[in-house]
Structure formats: structure tokens, C-alpha cells
């Protein structure tokens, strides 16, 4: 009799590490399952239904800094997240946001100019964002600097000229940009210009912050330069042999190529086979 | 004697809740309490002992009246200087062990390091916990509690203890113990005042007990005057009679198979019943004189009010 | 002293209490998390570390304040070991003051050992302690005083909960003042400015300990806002002593 209830006991203890394995097992699945499904999006999207900074700073009773850095890691996070195709309608109201909240803080100035900049194509919300830097923090010749680097790269001399020139009058405004304004007439920035440009701000940084934003300009130059070598490499290697390679290696092997570019940190580029696409393995601006 | 307590129409209204409402508690409570005697402060739930008591300590403000003690004025800290008081259902600091509470509040008297350890492990001895000294007080029984809360009372070595239900809650043992260390008080020429409405303690231990009831004094004086030592009828158990035998004598209380247990009212029937069972050889079991008590008396003058 | 002995007494009472470790630890442990998040930001990983190192001490002092300063008071008077207290020698606003330096005693304990766990992360990652960081915990700390002292004022009549309320609503109030100062200016000059003027003046201004964008950015600041502030702590907590003194000292302890 007690034995029959000890084996009872015995299998109830058994049935419920089983059904513990199971459950946790499960979960563990579902949760790869649903990370795979790209999304729509990403959750705190609702962020964006806050009408303005002004109202959520009061809301955060002295953590105005610390909702600024919240909001400011979660919209990285959104912007690189490609699948939510609509995102940038709202990038320049997460950023103002942001601003309102922490006005100092330069890093989402940067981030958000050249988010606008190069994904969302919108030029004049990056001049919009990094002149409100400058208006908050007029010490930072960074951010004039920026400015004229995109209106260069767009062809847009006389803004790039402008631009310049406030950065050059703010103390402590390196060399460059005093002869990039000075340059009676302006050649379109190409790749070679940017990378030197860039390496002279790098070399010259008097702080750790600039040098990175440099290294990561030097980051985007280069992929740009490499991906369209191994780009025109790929539409000789179709002419020739009327399909795609399979891997870039090959291009290396019937010699279009000398050797496959890597990126500024020695990774190898992504390639698709499928739609013969090349592109960079890092989100630069997020290095 | 010098007057160690003296209360003289005391008022106190409470006011509570949130519309107003006035409960009058005390409506003009007198009396006063002589030097080197335990004093009873007897009353129904409610009647206003704790009241009082609190208004003596300065933990109520009462609306109207006088409250001295040793002469003074009762908030007088030269007064309170001399008293220890043991509040009803005593509770203390969870976290401290009893030596560390009682020497906390011998910090509260200003004794100096070496006379805090002295006492506190004199008294901790006197109300019998010496194998308790280092449990913290959320260990302690209710039982233990009541007698720490004795030992705080009377750290201070106080000329007048209040004590408030001090024998409530205790276990026969403990509550023979408490009136033992009370009359030790009074030999060591303490005031004793306490509440109570446990009356076979009170009767065993006071010397003058005040009844309140309905927020008065009722009654006041000696407890000996207060109960007459008049018999109010004898319990007679006996046997070897028939019930018939006795109806002029007394009241029959019970009969069981030949002991008859009969309530005789007058001293003359006691002396012709005993006469009785003489003559028919009978035998005379138990015989109970039943005084009045202060059962009685208390619920007489509660009735009254 | 009697006030000293009491204050001991609390001091041991608080520290003995296990509710205020939850609070605590989770101080701790957003700390270290700080270290994990700033990996998810894009250039100065320092700031974040600094913002929630900061932010964190704030937010579970102030929890631990409010708990301490509810709490402490309103179980003596629950609990009845007040009686056998106040029934000794000792003056009502004897006892206030101790408890009050007790709970003080314990929020800097705790706070002390938040700010040191804080300050431990920053210098693996700067190598360096800025004092300016120190500065604004310090300033932290006087604000949590004041909370602390607000919280023992409401538990001298109130039960926890709802003390615990007006204590977390005196927090929104003190640093919604500036909101008050927009509405001040938006208002047609008349009896309602004035009206908004005197209240603004009444109402407590916890901006006034906020150094923490100021530390985190390394401005520099004069000391004279730093005595300012300090002063305007002081005199604030002694107006809120002051009051529970007076509501305690008529107090009836049925």
C-alpha cells in the first residue's frame, strides 16, 4: 500500500520535470520562431505618439537625461532595423525629441543627420538637425562641419561653402576646414578627397569623440569605394560569362580582381548570388 | 500619608472620523492614590481606565482637570522621573534582544554604561527571564512579554508603577508569580496602582481599589470596607436526611444519591440543621459560609451607573 | 544623550530591516546594467553609465526614503511600543528629532554604498572619479533628506499608504516647479499671477538638487548655487520638522 503510494508520488515528481522540460523547450522555440518574422514593427514604437519633448520632459520629473538616452538607444535600434519600411516618417520628431529632452547630448545630433542623410535621402532634415545642434551646443564645429561635408558630397556648393565657413569660426575648428572653404572653386567630393578629408580630421583629433566619428566616415568611404570596384568587377565577369559568380573568390581566381577588398576593420563584404548585391557587413554609423 | 497620585475631575471627549462624532469618555473621574499602598482601578470594558491612565502619562491631553504626581504636575519630567508604566498587551522592538531594549531605555534615564548592565541584568533575573537575556523579542511569548515589559517599568527603580491588565493573558503559574513580585514591590515601599477587571487578583492583592463605570468613580475606598465580611447564606452538604426533613431549614441546591446539598439563608437554621443531623446521626460533609465578594459589590454599583 | 540614543536605535531598527535590501539591490544591480546597455549606444558609452548610475541612486533612494520615513514612525505608533516610550522623561520632539537622525543614519548608509558601487563602475571606465559626480550624489542625498523628513511628517497622522502617497505626490509637485514657473508667465498679470507667485514660492523646488546634467557633462558650477542649494535643503527640512513637531506634540495616542 505504501509502496504503491511512494511509486504514485514517484510518477507524479516525473510527469512534472518532463512537462518543466518540455514547456521550457518549447518556449525557447517559439521564441526563435517569432524572432525570425521580420517586423512591421518594433517594440516602444509607440514613442512616437508623443507630441512633443517639451511635455515628456516636465513627465520625467529630472530624468529628462536618462528618457533622452532611452530614447536615443531605442531609435538605433529602430533605424536598423530595415524591415520597417516607414520608419523614417518620423525621424525627425525622435530626434527632436530627444534634443528637447537632453540638448547637450551630441552623439544623436550626428546619428540622426546621417540617418537622414544617407537612408532616408532627406538633406534638408540632416542640415535641419545638425544646425539645431549647433544652436544648442555652439562649441561644436563637428556638426557645421557635417553639414558641408553632405551638401558637397550632393553637389550643393554654395551651402557646403556656407557651412564651412561656420565651422571655421568656431575656435578650435581644425585646419581643414579652413582650406576646404578656401578652395576657390569646388571639385565634386569624390571618394579619394573624402578619404583624405577624413583622415586629416582623424589624425588631428583632439578628442576620442571626433576620431571615432572620423573613423567611421573612413569606414563609409571606403566600403563605397571597394563595393564599386567589386561591382564593376561583377558586370565584367557577366559579360564574359553571362551569369553571376558564385562567390567573390571567383572573381580572384579568373583574375578581374586582384585580391577581394575587404572593410577598414578586415571583414569580408556580403555578397548575394541571387541578385548580385554587395554590401558592407556593418551598419558603419552604428561601429 | 503623602499622596502619590492625585486625580481631580478629570473630562475627556474624543472626537473621530470623518463627520464628527463625540464620544465622551471620561466625564469627571476623582480620586487619589496614598504612598506605599497597591491600588485597584477596577471597571467594565470601556468605563475609561486605560483612558485615565494614558492622561496620567501624558499620552492623552485630557479636556478638563487636575493630575498630580508626587505634588507636581503630571508632565512635570522630574515626576516622570519616579514612575514606570506597563501598558496591556505590551509590545516592543522586534529586532532588539531584552538585554539591548533594556538598556536602551536606561539610555533614555541617563545611566551611565556600568549601571545600565547592572540593572538590566538585575531586573531581567528578578522578573525570571536570565535564560532569555539574548533572544531577540520577537521570539518572546506573551508571557515573556509581559515580563520585560515589567522589567522596562521598573529599570528606572520608580517610586509608582502603573500597571494596566498587568494579569491578563497569564497561565495560572505566571499569574501567581506577577502578584508575588507586586507584593515584593510594595515591601520595597512602592506605590502599586493597576487596572483590572480580573477581581479574584484584585481582591487578593489591593489594599484600596476605585470602581469605574460609565466614566466615573462609582465607588472608592478600602477594599475591607468595601466588602462586608456579612454572610450571605451557607452551603450545607450532608447526608443521612430526608429532603422532607429540611424544608424549613433551607433551599435544597442538588440531591444526589443520599448527600443533599441545601442553601441555608439565616445563622439560627445553621445551628438547628446541624442540631438535626446530630440527632439522626448523619453526617455533615462540607459547610461553606459565602460571603460577599467583590464579584458582587462590582456588579452591583456596574448595574447602578 | 536621549536624542542620540534613539537616533541609535532607529539607525539599528532601519538597518535591520529587510524591505530596504530590495530597493538596494535593485540600485546595484541597474549599475551594473548601466555597463550592458551602453553597449547598445552609438559613441559616448560613458554618458549612459553615468546617467543610470545616477538616475538609479535617485530613484531607489527616493523608494527607500519614502519607505524608511512611512514606515518607521507609523509602526511605532501601531505596533504601541511608542507608549512605554513616550511615558519616560523624555520631551515629544526628542523623540521626533532621533528618529528623524536614525532614518537619516540609514539613507546614508545605503546611499553611501549605492554611490560607491556607482563611483567603482565609472573609474574602471574612465579611470578616474570625477568630483563633480560626487557633488550630485551629495545633492542627491540633501533631496532624499528633505523626502525623508516629509514621509515622518505625513506618518505622524496618516497610515503608510496614504503617507507613502502624499510623499511620492510632494516628489512630482517639487519637480513639476518649473511647469508652474511657464504657467506663471502665461497667466494675465492680476490676483491669479500673484495667486501662482505665492504658490510657486510655498511649493517645493527639487530642481534645485539636480546636478546630475551638470556632473554628467562636466559643466562647471558656481559655488555659489551649490550653498544655495544646500541652504534652501536645510532650511525646507527644518520648516517640515518643525510642522510634524507640532502635529505630533498635541497628538493623542488612544
Known sequence: MRAARAARRGYASLALTLLLLASGAGLMVLKSVVDRIPRQKIPGASIIYIPSGKFLKYATLGYSSLAADLIYLWAIQYYSTYTVVDRFQNLEHIFSIISELDPRYNDPYEVGALIAAYEARDLDLAYKILDLGLARNPGQWLFPFEAGHYAQMAKDYETARRYYDKAARIPGAPEIVRRLHAAASFKAMDLKTAWEMWLEVRDTAQDERTRKIADNHLYQVKSAADIAVIKDALARFRARYRRLPAGLEELERVRLLASVPRDLDGRDYLYDPQQGEVSPPSIWWKR | ?305 | MKVTAIAVNTFREGIRDRILYLPFFFALMAVVFSRVLAVLAVGDRVKIIKDVGLASISLFGMLIAVLIGTGLVYKEIDKKTIYTLLAKPIERWQFLLGKFLGLVLTLFVLTAAMALAFLAVILVHTSRVDGRLVLAVVFIFLELVLITAVAMLFSCFSTPILSSVFTLSFYIIGHFSWGLQTLIEKAPPGPARVALRVLYSILPDLENFNYKTDAVYGLKVLPQYYAFSALYGLAYTLFVLALAGLIFKKRDFV
Open chain 2, 1 to 305: 500619608m503623602a499622596t502619590v497620585l492625585n486625580i481631580e475631575d478629570l473630562h475627556k471627549t474624543f472626537i473621530s472620523g470623518f463627520i464628527p462624532k463625540k464620544r465622551r469618555i471620561l466625564k469627571g473621574i476623582s480620586f487619589s492614590v496614598t504612598a506605599g499602598e497597591i491600588f485597584g482601578f477596577l471597571g467594565p470594558n470601556g468605563a475609561g481606565k486605560t483612558t485615565t491612565l494614558k492622561c496620567a502619562l501624558g499620552l492623552i491631553f485630557p479636556d478638563r482637570g487636575k493630575i498630580e504626581i508626587f505634588g507636581r504636575h503630571h508632565l512635570d519630567a522630574r515626576a516622570k522621573r519616579r514612575v514606570g508604566y506597563l501598558p496591556e498587551h505590551p509590545y516592543f522592538y522586534e529586532y532588539l534582544t531584552a538585554t539591548e531594549f533594556l538598556d536602551f531605555y536606561g539610555q533614555l534615564f541617563l545611566m551611565d554604561r556600568v549601571e545600565r548592565k547592572e540593572k538590566t541584568a538585575a531586573l531581567l533575573r528578578q522578573v525570571g527571564l536570565e535564560r532569555a537575556v539574548d533572544l531577540p523579542l520577537r521570539k518572546f511569548s506573551r508571557g515573556m512579554l509581559q515580563r520585560v515589559g515589567l522589567a522596562q517599568a521598573l529599570i528606572n527603580d520608580p517610586a509608582l508603577v502603573l500597571l494596566d491588565e498587568p494579569l491578563g493573558g497569564l497561565d495560572p503559574l505566571g499569574r501567581k508569580e506577577l502578584r508575588d513580585i507586586i507584593a515584593r514591590l510594595k515591601q520595597d515601599g512602592k506605590t502599586v496602582f493597576l487596572c483590572s477587571h480580573i477581581l479574584q487578583d484584585i481582591e487578593m492583592i489591593c489594599d484600596r481599589v476605585a470602581i469605574v463605570a460609565g466614566g466615573r468613580v462609582v465607588s472608592q475606598g478600602a477594599l475591607l470596607d468595601l466588602i462586608s465580611e456579612k454572610v450571605l447564606y451557607t452551603e450545607v452538604t450532608l447526608s443521612g436526611l430526608a429532603e422532607e426533613d429540611l424544608i424549613d431549614l433551607g433551599e435544597p441546591v442538588s440531591i444526589r444519591s443520599d448527600r443533599i446539598l441545601i442553601k441555608v439563608f439565616q445563622d439560627a437554621n445553621v445551628d438547628a440543621l446541624l442540631e438535626l443531623v446530630r440527632e439522626r446521626r448523619g453526617r455533615v460533609h462540607s459547610l461553606v459560609p459565602r460571603t460577599e465578594t467583590l464579584e458582587d459589590i462590582f456588579v452591583e454599583m456596574v448595574k447602578q451607573s
